[in-house]
């Protein structure tokens, strides 16, 4: 853990997070429950676990992608085929302030863990469901992973060259986005409950999810009677130039500036002018007003082009966005490795059993001017004779005996 | 609103947010608490309000963009330039349990309202605060919108054709996304003060949201030690064919078919080729295994589009979908006139005074089986007696001549 700028202390300390999620949608919830503070439990079985911690075809150990998602967890393993499995969990259950689980339609149900069951034990629990597709939707029994709920979600129909097909956006919104939304609903469930003493039972489906992340997009549907189109880089409003990516030296994949000129701030135009030497071009009808910007862009593109061209796209960067919003496309490389992020809290390096150390973009909002501190993802079953005498105040004999019975491992 | 399905009650009622936000990014993050429940008081200058109002050169009423990210919430105009409006938003602040804002790097500071002097008001007031860089950050004078945060964020830098230029993801992550994050926290702070009383001071930077959305990329840098690249419509964990789109008849913009086999589930490449009427190749070494599937990608795209091709997207993801991962590509228009979506709330119909009937998106996640219930967005000002009312416990006369001294307008 970085210790460049002091940590937030947990806003959500004395939270119990029963947790069976896997892969990402449900574990990012959890994920930042406990960077808040929760005390989070991660259910798993005792053979491989979470399947996101084996990824790869080759990984001996747990993929980066499970340590972004689970770090500041707590892992048990349970065997949830066995009777006294199934009680343990059940126990965890009545001390529980949530619990959520993201397995494929009806499984958890078939496990005996379902909604109906979990509120008899405990009435003020919020239990929540992430599934791909919604309950009354003609496709509820379908499994989905991130690609699919970005393309049924039509996040996938406006995102790609307009001229090409529709490409993925490269952030993980069916499931990290997905997440965050129930995470939401989670917290709010929790606020009520102080009030009421009663639980809630949440869902949300991937699909369904998606369409919030879109409503600009929605927004030109409905007054153009059309489907939002492919915009390339480009804002999906259109018809604003400048507003896209310009070539920088010394010409890799990602060096590209982006420049924007507001369609609120008719000053933007003439700074930008200043900005790139051409003053010249002040005044001069071709370009004075949005409409006219409109006509001229091929030739406002050269004119951008013919400065950032011969400029790398941190220097770009720094003369455009001194003038109007600008700001160079960045990969993730270049972020990992900015120090700036680093001391700032923003990424933080962990140390990890297995993988060592290892840089983590961590939550980005700071508390009274501090991050949140970061912990890493436990190894499979690490913390399971802890978590039964935390939860359930079992002691180190009944916890070998369960090891010895193979209902918990480590 | 839709009366289809009950509508769940709110979780945030008795929530007082006081909402000086503008455009996107702090709008999305309030506009959730008004549809959970919360009393969102918008305050807006007395003038065009919120700039999001009037986005099209040629708007006369309130913009769809506008109505999709204020509905639920309640309009009072006030004249932060004048010592009486701004002390009736400092009686306000005393009453807020949220105070929400994202204006440009200074600016709520400049008139008077920053932390420093509302927690002194308020010391529970939990203050959120959205701008484009993060303090501490290079850039933290610089302004940023959605497409500038992307950029920046190295949400583009992983977005688009791999032999192409970034592309901006459509959905707009760098404000929505935002919101989301930062309204994730206030939650949490309110839960942490119900304990000790204290406000928090709450800051994010759409920048730095941007690498919560993409933490995949930042494992397989982590593997790789490069940057993560441009996948087109495929996963951007990549090697895992069939994981990509496929095109359907008519053959239009968005007639293409998602279709992925998981990497830990073997019987789907099996089941896909039974599905696809091509049982004659299962055990066919050329695809049996994932490596074998990788060597022959080309082979395995034409066996799918030989079938896709002929369907339309609907009947492909019927068929394909029953046995694998499978989903339609679907645009803003097809979910728009979904009545599915209506029927289970997620779309609803409001009543709009200007824009007469209006579809739209609206929080994914369902309460007890309810989603929650839709108002429309107000129009400038439409609520400020009632909020001074209410707030502040001012009667007619005065609200009166709050109008008449232009501190108010209506």
């Known amino acids: 853990m970085t210790n460049i700028t002091p940590m937030a202390p947990g806003c959500l300390k004395g939270i119990r997070v029963l947790d069976l999620t896997q892969f990402e949608a449900g574990t990012s919830c959890t994920q930042v429950m406990a960077w808040l503070g929760a005390d989070v439990a991660k259910v798993e079985n005792t053979t491989v676990g979470d399947p996101g911690r084996r990824l790869g ?35 965890m259950a009545k001390k529980a302030d949530v619990f959520m689980e993201n397995f494929a339609p009806g499984a958890i149900e078939r496990l005996g863990l379902g909604y109906d069951v979990l509120s008899k034990i405990n009435p003020g629990i919020v239990y929540g469901q992430v599934k791909g597709f919604g309950e009354g939707s003609p496709y509820e029994k379908n499994l989905a992973f991130d690609m699919i709920a970005q393309a049924c979600g039509g996040t996938m129909s406006i995102t790609g060259d307009p001229n090409g097909p529709p490409a993925k956006p ?25 009030q009421t003493g009663k639980g809630v039972h949440l869902q949300v489906a991937m699909q369904d999810a998606m369409l919030h ?81 409109v006509e001229h862009e091929a030739e406002i593109d050269a004119i951008i082009t013919e400065f950032t061209s011969k400029r790398d796209k941190y220097e770009c960067m720094r003369i455009i966005g001194a003038a109007v919003p600008a700001g160079a496309v960045r990969d993730t490389l270049e972020l990992m490795n900015d120090p700036n992020f680093e001391e700032r809290g923003i990424i933080q390096s962990i140390d990890h059993p297995t993988n060592g150390k290892f840089r983590m973009a961590t939550w980005p909002v700071r508390f009274n001017g501090k991050p ?14 802890e978590v039964l005498k935390d939860w359930l105040g079992i002691g180190a004999e009944e916890a070998a005996k369960l090891r010895a019975d193979k209902i918990t491992a480590s």
């Open 57 to 91: 075809p080759n990984n001996k150990v747990d993929d980066p992608y499970f340590l972004n998602y689970n770090s500041n967890k707590r892992s048990i393993t349970v065997n949830l085929k066995s009777p006294r499995g199934l009680e343990i969990v059940k126990e």
């Open 170 to 194: 490269g952030p993980t919104l069916g499931d990290t986005g997905t997440g965050m939304l129930m995470l939401i609903s989670i917290l709010s469930a929790l606020i009520q409950r102080a």
């Open 372 to 385: 949140v501190p970061v912990k890493p993802a436990p190894l499979l079953g690490a913390n399971s004779d």
């Open 213 to 293: 992340y879109i409503r600009n997009s929605f927004g030109i549907t409905a007054k153009s009677g059309k489907a939002a189109p492919r915009t390339g880089a480009a804002s999906n409003s259109g018809g604003n130039p400048p507003c896209n990516i310009y070539p920088c030296a010394p010409g890799g994949p990602n060096d590209f500036v982006y420049v924007y000129t507001s369609r609120g701030n008719p000053e933007h135009w003439p700074r930008l002018l200043e900005a790139l030497g051409r003053k010249d071009l002040i005044g001069d009808p071709r370009y004075s007003t949005q409409a006219a910007r």
